[in-house]
């Protein structure tokens, strides 16, 4: 059975950088295929891809978002890791990691998110 | 970027009626489109992957279609249970991205 959980600060200070971890088990990032993303949903709004990272280490990531995100893995802790510098407001969200089979498969099974607060 | 406009932004329907959501995509993405069911305080859930096939353990009721740029989520006959967000999702290329998505309100 595949779960992911999110892990990190529900406050951060404007200018600050997020560090969000993603703990899964059930599936092991060092298989062919295999990849973990982050995704981020703020209060009401549409859900918005932020990262991938997959089984060779490739990483891809938002165009929007690229100088400020950044993706990396423990594969001997099953964690995926996002940093996200210069927080912002704005970046106020629940962030989800997911797990997907192959380089192109939908998110098959998500984390129960992270809500996470920028404010002063 | 590819961009995903879902319409209507609400559908609301009675119990057993069928719900017809729509996914149009600015430039061709095959049949690499997927939907997600999203309920308050919860994390989306996959429904329908490639554009018609039904994830594991979906109810035969939910059923996709649509290739190119014009894709459809179809609920034949609306349960309580399915008023929810329904997001779609491409992945022509490995730029992904969301739609803005569809509140199904029974």
């Known amino acids: 059975q595949i779960t992911l959980k999110e892990s990190g600060p529900t406050l951060v200070k404007p200018t600050q950088t997020l560090t969000l971890t993603c703990t899964f088990s059930g599936f092991s990032l060092t298989t062919s295929g295999v990849g973990v993303g982050w995704i981020r949903q703020p209060p009401g709004k549409p859900l918005e891809w932020l990262a991938l990272?997959?089984?060779?280490?490739?990483?891809r990531y938002s165009p929007s978002l690229k100088t400020r995100v950044t993706i990396t893995r423990d594969t001997s802790k099953n964690q995926v890791v996002l940093r996200m510098t210069d927080m912002d407001p704005v970046d106020t969200a629940t962030y989800f990691c997911a797990h997907r089979d192959r380089p192109g498969d939908p998110f098959d099974i998500w984390g129960q998110g992270t809500m996470v607060t920028v404010s002063s | 970027e590819i961009v995903l406009t879902q319409s209507p932004a609400t559908l609301s329907l009675s119990p057993g009626e069928r719900a017809t959501l729509s996914c149009r995509a600015s430039?061709?993405?095959?049949?690499?489109v997927a939907w997600y069911q999203q309920k308050p305080g919860q994390a989306p859930r996959l429904l329908i992957y490639d554009a018609s096939k039904r994830a594991t353990g979906i109810p035969a009721r939910f059923s996709g279609s649509g290739s190119g740029t014009d894709f459809t989520l179809s609920i034949s006959s609306l349960e309580p249970e399915d008023s929810a967000l329904y997001y779609c999702?491409?992945?022509?290329?490995?730029?992904?991205?969301f739609g803005g998505g569809t509140k199904v309100q029974i």
């Open positions: 990272i997959y089984w060779d280490d490739d990483k």
């Open positions: 430039q061709s993405v095959s049949s690499y």
């Open positions: 999702q491409q992945r022509n290329n490995w730029r992904v991205t």
